[in-house]
């Protein structure tokens, strides 16, 4: 019941997140733009390389079948024996040729031929070779075809490494060029990828560190009405866990996703002009691939935004049994606590199933139609290969194009649920930026840099949820300098006026003013620096006990700060620690005692010097050791300041100048201590159950 509660609280986000995150890409334009750049290079290189390849397998490697003119020994390039040769592709005119023919893993050189018996040559080499056949000398014999009418082509002589190492030198060297520039892609790739992936990283985590403080920042500026609804574990995880997520999106995702729609138009492009027919049969798989990844888009956004909200509802459940630990021993509740955490994670486990079970069907499913695809494209290029309309190196090119052109595909679905992923992430970091700060500054505020301290409430109704009155038509006036008590019940609204006062909520009714000025027409920052407020619960924060002194303001010296700690007694337990007020403060001051916190609470306010002093049951919780302390730096903190207390142990306060007796959210009795006793009323019940 309790974790369904905390999921209605999750609300729905209703804007668009991925145009609004988009916005905090606009200060680093440039630099996406250039890491845009640097990637589409990338991309140009790995369209490159694959046409190397083929030129290299049917210029080079395959490019045995290139006829050789048999020329003047001026003329030669090369010189075989009593050869003389030039590497040609143009064999239109009459003249003498040599050609070398592949059989049976040997090279045969078949010479002082016409190009009429090249054409035939290259038509028995499709056919198989079928009626080829070796002599008694090695010379390897071609049948004549009976069409064509020639006495020079009697055999092909069998050719020698070394002779077969000269006649191919061309090649070799076309090879070594090849791979050198291979080798320079590579390198040029590597150190273009390498940029592209710093100048991203360095972008994305500026804009995270942007997000995460503006959350920061932002979950401050809320009213203590937000923090009353919203538990501190569900927080937590926005401005971590939910900003992470965002992480990928800014560093692959945005970037990766026009690279992968470039990659797939550039493959496109460069099979249609390859081989047309057989680009529209692979392409023919687009629709059932676009089909997979618009359901698995639907589905996993769905699944994201249930798994961030029970992380959240997980965070929050730890959150609290681990501040509340004390009490869990104290009850002996960790088995029934471990049976409640176990639940939380089994459900979140069953729903992350779900999300691998949606990965589990979709990606083998794409990998199944691309190698499908894949499969059906080698075959028919092969046949092509057979026919003789495509050659090696481009049946090469186009297979490893088919093979990049799903890839890309592939790798957009998997952004698409990164996506996802931020964009769950994404709506929940900006629910918590869109709740309106309700405590707004006037346009121009009332600056007060210093305060007298005069303290007046006027008909003033308030309730924290609709008209569920805590306070109701309550009026009085306190003084500069006046020490005022409030006591009464729980729940009879005393806290609430001290909250009224730093005006943490705002009423409904009445006014507030200080100093004569309405609160709500001053600066907060003035109110709020003009009240120091020490509570029952002193919060001190991981740190030393100078920065818990001080609360990170630079205009608090340290001299300040001793003589703040002297003047409130707390140098009385400062002095006896091994590092003094360099002394390493724990989460929540755990290694200090109630007494020490609270005297600690003391010297804070004190080196902070407000004007009004609010102490709201400052007194609760300290030991009989440590009260006469707290006494003596309470008459310190209050002399010269209107000071308002709210106290159960009425004895605290009978030396205030008025005591206001609180009932059912209104004043029913003011006066000093001996004048309320003498009206034998609420007060007097209330100090005779304490005596």
């Known amino acids: 019941m309790a974790q369904m509660h905390e999921e209605l609280l999750e609300t729905k986000y209703e804007g668009n997140a991925f145009t609004r995150l988009l916005a905090y890409v606009k200060p680093h334009i440039g630099t996406m733009v250039l890491a845009l750049i640097l990637l589409l290079m990338v991309t140009g290189i790995n369209l490159i390389k694959p046409i190397l390849i083929g030129n290299a397998i049917d210029k080079y490697i395959n490019g045995y079948d290139r006829p050789f ?5 001026s003329q030669a390039q090369i010189r075989l024996g009593d ?10 005119e009459e003249g003498s040729y040599a050609r070398l023919v592949y059989y049976e893993e040997h090279y045969y050189l ?13 038509q028995w080499e499709k056919d198989g070779m079928p009626r080829a056949k070796l002599n008694e000398s090695g010379t390897l014999i071609l049948p004549i075809a009976p069409k064509i009418v020639y006495s020079s082509l009697t055999g092909a002589e069998p050719m020698s490494r070394e002779d077969l190492s000269v006649l191919r030198g061309q090649d070799r060297s076309g090879i070594i060029k090849i791979a050198l520039l291979y080798a320079g892609l590579l390198v040029a790739g590597f150190f273009l990828q390498l940029g592209q992936t710093w100048l991203l ?18 979950v401050h500026s809320l009213p203590l009405r937000f923090f009353d609804t919203n538990p501190v574990g569900r927080i937590v995880t926005r401005v971590t866990n939910d900003v992470e997520s965002l992480n990928q999106m800014y560093t692959q995702v945005l970037v990766r996703l026009i690279s992968n729609t470039m990659l797939i138009i550039g493959y496109a492009v460069v099979m249609i002009s390859i081989n047309p027919k057989l680009a529209l049969l692979a392409f023919l798989f687009l629709p059932v691939v676009f089909a997979i990844t618009l359901t698995f888009r639907i589905l996993i956004r769905k699944i994201y935004r249930i798994v ?46 779900k999300e691998l079970a949606v990965f589990g069907l979709f990606r083998p499913g794409l990998a199944f139609i691309a190698n499908f695809a894949y499969a059906l494209i080698i075959y028919r290029s092969g046949v092509s290969v057979l026919e003789g309309t495509l050659t090696l190196g481009t049946l090469y090119i186009f297979t490893n194009y088919i093979r990049s052109f799903f890839e890309p595909i592939q790798e957009l679905a998997e952004q698409f649920s990164t996506l996802q992923n931020a964009m769950a992430s994404a709506e929940k970091i900006f629910t918590i930026l869109d709740e309106k700060n309700t405590i707004l500054e006037a346009e121009e505020p009332v600056r007060m840099p210093q305060f007298q301290g005069k303290i007046e409430f006027r008909n003033v109704w308030f309730a924290y949820e609709n008209e569920d009155w805590v306070l109701r038509d309550v ?12 006591v009464g019940a729980t729940g009879a609204g005393k806290s609430s006026i001290l909250n009224l006062i730093g005006r ?72 006896k620690l091994p590092e003094k007020y360099d002394e390493p403060v724990t989460e929540r001051g755990s290694t200090l005692s109630a007494g020490e916190r609270q005297l600690l609470s003391f010297a804070r306010t004190l080196a902070f010097d407000p004007t009004i002093l609010v102490l709201d049951e400052a007194t609760a919780n300290i030991d009989t050791e440590t009260e006469q302390l707290i006494q003596e730096a309470l008459e310190t903190l209050m002399r010269g300041r209107t000071s308002i207390m709210v106290a159960h142990r009425l004895s605290t306060i009978q030396h205030a100048d008025e005591i206001l007796v609180m009932h059912k959210g209104q004043i029913r009795e003011r006066g000093s201590h001996q004048e309320l006793l003498a009206m034998n009323g609420i007060y007097k019940k209330l100090y005779e159950l304490q005596a």
């Not at 003119?69 to 020994?73: H, K, L, Q, S």
């Not at 050869?83 to 239109?92: A, G, Q």
């Not at 009026?475 to 409030?486: N, Q, W």
């Open 69 to 73: 003119r048999i020329v003047e020994e």
């Open 83 to 92: 050869l003389s040769l030039v590497r040609t592709d143009d064999v239109t």
């Open 110 to 122: 078949a010479k002082d031929i016409d190009k009429a018996a090249l054409e035939t040559i290259s």
């Open 201 to 218: 990283q360095k972008t994305g985590q500026r804009i995270i560190y942007t997000i995460r403080e503006e959350v920061f920042a932002h």
């Open 308 to 353: 961030r909200t029970k992380i959240s509802a997980l965070n929050t459940f730890l959150s609290e049994n681990i501040s509340g630990m004390k009490l869990i021993q104290l009850f002996a509740r960790e088995e029934k606590k471990a049976e409640e955490f176990r639940e939380r994670t089994d459900d979140l486990y069953k729903t992350q199933m």
């Open 475 to 486: 009026s009085f006036l306190i003084r500069p300098g006046e020490r005022v008590a409030f």
């Open 504 to 575: 943490y909520y705002d009423i409904q009714k009445g006014e507030i003013l200080i100093d004569d000025v309405n609160i709500k027409d001053l600066s907060l920052q003035d109110l709020r620096h003009a009240i120091g407020q020490v509570q029952q619960d002193v919060f001190v924060f991981t740190g030393d006990i100078k920065s818990n002194i001080r609360l990170l303001s630079e205009e608090i010296t340290d001299r300040q700060i001793r003589e703040a700690s002297e003047a409130a007694n707390a140098d009385h337990f400062i002095e």
